[in-house]
């Protein structure tokens, strides 16, 4: 009588057991649930943010285009004003030379 008794605390201490442990795996796959859905959640944000930059990336490279096209005339005219300096200095430097040599004299 006494081995059926220890028999029957041993099958409910085994259901016990598996109870407690059937109750820690339900609890350790509701944490890994949640902390999934806390992972799904920041990736979902972060790829929204990849995205984001990448349209803004987008966005510039396109304004960089059209900087570029208003920029080419600037740099053709500039090249047209520098020569024009140049040929302009040159002519007064001509002209300074011609003067200090033709009126040198009449100086002191």
């Avoid at 220890?6 to 259901?15: A, K, P, R, S």
């Avoid at 349209?55 to 396109?62: R, V």
């Amino acid at each position: 009588m006494n081995t059926h008794r220890l028999d029957g605390q041993t099958v409910i201490l085994n259901d016990l057991t598996q109870t407690l442990n059937v109750d820690a795996v339900k609890e350790i796959t509701l944490a890994l649930c949640d902390r999934q859905e806390e992972t799904d959640a920041m990736l979902e944000s972060m790829s929204m943010d990849l995205h984001k930059i990448h349209g803004d990336i987008a966005g510039l490279k396109e304004h960089a285009g059209h900087v570029k096209s208003e920029l080419s005339p600037i740099k053709g005219e500039l090249a047209f004003m520098s020569h024009k300096t140049h040929r302009n200095e040159a002519a007064i430097f001509k002209l300074r030379r011609g003067y200090d040599e033709g009126f040198g004299d009449l100086e002191d």
